[in-house]
């Protein structure tokens, strides 16, 4: 590298300097740091004199120039080549600006001041031994010093001269390199273009530190990409804006111009206009500009080998170019502000920019694509698109915005077999048509994109297409969210799908999606709609918030459904009906209006490992002859019944916990069917099950507990296997059945209730097979009303009633049974009950009641009020008792004694005498109670409500 410094011409009081640069060094096509062409140019500089005492003559030029056409250096924000004199006058009027020089005497010595006085950042000097000499004659004898504050840092020697040609460019190199001061240097570099700007950093430390200021780049590189933040290529088909205060680039906006400047430019009105200092190609059109790219990409002139080729568009609107891509060309905007909508491709027929074989690792970011056919035009458009991306090509479209305004086809289509784009940060919304369309087993990666406000689907993907689609965001589409099917197959994680006028995702006709992560929601209708045959895997979703169900199944579609939130849809969670199946599994499904799974026409899922809780309607709802497996799942909490069986369903539910519910456990009504087997089912408002009109099922191996109104309850000519359950702790019954229903229980244990065991009146029927029945509060079993039982070889001990007691008309066929150590007694028959008993064994009973007749005791005294002995009641007329009082034998002999008394029966009662209730205080008992009424059955339980739902 070669620097000339030398005077052009001295009109007092300014000395004229050029300082000449030789464009040397590197091979063709290299240039300096990066930044175009070998060659010659120079920077003419006004600058003040360095003694008032200097010659007037002009200084005799004995150097050779090189060129006599140097160009002078343009303005960085000039369109136009600036020639060197108005290059100069700039900087002489920067000069004038500052003050004269003075002289000062410091010891005897004569001192230079600097005109300027503007240095923040001058670099430290050291005071010289000697000063140096500018005399223009032999008569000046005392040479001009340098203030200590304007020396350099280091020692240079320092040469006399005379008026000669060494003379005047060792003073005027002196003074620029070192006496200048930093604000005009800057002013000075800032007419420099950057090729220019590079060389003159290679003069000194000091030019270096000053030509590499960022604000000097940051307007140099706005004038040429107008971004207002520097953009990086840090790899090919990667391009990243990083503000300043994150780069960690000393000088980003230098390090930008760098990583970009084998670009060339589209920017209407440069392509005829030169730049001394620049490199840089313009062009009006971008084919013109994608032609002169591949062309030198053949060539291998220039440029950076191994890196595509960048096309700038700036700023403005490039309409009816049809753009087909076959190489390997980034195509970017370049613009202030907002790239994208300041860079616009458009076309009315056609694909807008349609990328096919060849375009391995081409680029398209930060422009706007619109695709607006004429409305009148009779060409049909829909294989045209915005993007178009075909075989084995694999782009990178990035910051995009893609607008359609074609009401067929779709904005972006990426088809064919080796089509695998990345799309990225894009904006693909408010198309009158398809946002995204993924067919013919084509790939790709899809991401951050927003889609929104489509007329049809935000995305369709179909046959054996394979996506990859990460972290979009689709919203607010007048169809459905994601489309898949004809076998369209895809994996979609993380996106945000919401408020679609359909389904936020629908698959159909054989197609095969991964649905992860994502989020579906706020759909008009429904979350996920999966019918035709439809398959997919949908894991780890949240799934809510949606009017109809958050997943719907049908018509043999057959969809894992694993580990989502499904909660606080409008209707229902999960829907399978018209034949559906699926695998439905370790989902948490709560909250919603309607029954958290429903299971109807035929449909046959496996139901398991889920939570299913907290819905403002039942749990599980199986009806119009559902089926499925509902295994291992809770569900708990529910408005409604647990589990709903009803109308001809068939479902097998083993291992489930049920329980908590506001109403029964498990309801089957309707005839509905059905196993339940191994289930734990306990603490319901209402029953733990319920069976009723003509429903059948098995219930087997379950434990029944805790419910507040019974364990089973079977009426309104309800039928049904029980067997082997554990049944027990229920607030009343065990067992309750009446009205017509006629249930098989065998090998039950039922135990520890809070009222009796098994409780049949009003007609009820069923056979009663080797049971255990022991340690409940009332009779181990009751019959009463109408009703005629069959109990064999049951075991019926330890009661604090009676074993088995028969009352109000009812009768029974006992056989073979065993009742043994009850309080009361074993068997109490009521007046006029004649029951069939054969082979029955009853011992060791301990008869309470018998024992405190016998001792002269009121009977209220062993019962209270809570259970009802048997014996033989009266009414005293005189005391004016109801129907519904009764007095004990002992308190007529004791208390009513001389009254009119009347006995009614042998019948369950407590002594209302022995409770207080009546006129006269019992003689036999202490305090009274607050119950007015005898109670001659056990409390009639609480039936579930029916709530059709379609």
Known sequence: MSNYIFCESAVYPYVRCIVFVNRSGGRQGEGVNGFGKTGWNYVRVYLPALNSTLNADPCELQCHVPNQNIPGAGGASSASTVTGSNAAGSSASAASAGNTSSSSVNNGTTSHQSPYDLRRKSPPHHEPSTSTSMAASSTVSTANSYTASMLPARKRPRRNCSVSYDQCTTSAAHYLQYELPDEVLLTIFSYLLEQDLCRVSQVCKRFQTIANDNELWKNLYQSVYEYDLPLFNPAPCRFEFVSSEDSEHANPWKESFRQLYRGVHVRPGYQDLSFRGRSINYFNTVQGALDFADERSVNSGEGCEGSPAIVFLHTGTYRGEFLVIDSDVALIGAAAGNVAESVILERESESTVMFVEGAKQAYAGHLTIKFSPDITSTVPHHKHYCLEVGE?????????????????????????????????????SDCENVGLYVTDYAQGTYEDNEISRNALAGIWVKNFANPIMRRNHIHHGRDVGIFTFENGLGYFEANDIHNNRIAGFEVKAGANPTVVHCEIHHGQTGGIYVH?????QFIDNKIHSNNFAGVWITSNSNPTIRRNEIYNGHQGGVYIFGEGRG??????????????????TNSDPIVRHNKIHHGQHGGIYVHEKGQGLIEENEVYANTLAGVWITTGSTPVLRRNRIHSGKQVGVYFYDNGHGKLEDNDIFNHLYS???????????????????????????????????????????????????????????????????????????????????????????????????????????????????????????????????????????????????????????????????????????????????????HDFYRCQTCNTTDRNAICVNCIKTCHAGHDVEFIRHDRFFCDCGAGTLTNQCQLQGEPTQDTDTLYDSAAPMESHTLMVN
Request: a positive charge; aromatic letters at 6%; charged letters at 15%.
């Open 392 to 428: 084995n090509c694999s782009p990178v479209v990035d910051h995009c915005i893609i607008r359609s305004s074609s009401v067929v086809g779709a904005a972006v289509c990426v088809s064919g077999v080796g089509a695998n784009p990345i799309i990225k940060h894009c904006d693909i």
């Open 688 to 870: 733990g099950v319920q069976i009723r009109t003509g429903s059948n099922p098995v219930i087997r191996g379950n434990k029944i507990w805790g419910g507040q109104n019974g364990g089973v309850l079977v009426y309104n000519g309800g039928l049904g296997l029980l067997e082997q359950n554990e049944i027990f702790d229920n607030a009343m019954a065990g067992v309750w059945i009446k009205t017509d229903s006629n249930p098989t229980l065998k090998r039950n244990k039922i135990f520890d209730g809070r009222d009796g065991g098994i409780c049949i009146f009003n007609g009820g029927k069923g056979v009663l097979e080797e049971n255990d029945i022991f340690r409940n509060a009332q009779a181990g079993v009751l019959i009463s009303t109408q009703s005629h039982p069959i109990l064999r070889r049951n075991r019926i001990f330890d009661g604090l009633a009676a074993g088995v007691e028969i009352t109000n008309n009812a009768t029974a066929t006992l056989e073979y049974n065993q009742i043994f150590n009850n309080r009361f007694g074993g068997l109490c028959l009521a007046s006029g009950v004649q029951p069939i008993a054969r082979g029955n064994r009853i011992f060791s009973n301990q008869d309470a009641v018998e024992k405190a007749v016998a001792n002269g005791q009121c009977l209220y005294k062993i019962s209270s009020y809570t259970s009802f002995p048997m």
């Open 532 to 536: 035709e045959n439809g398959l997919g």
């Open 583 to 600: 695998l439905i599994e370790h989902n948490n499904i709560y909250g919603n209006a309607l029954a958290g799974i429903q299971i109807r």
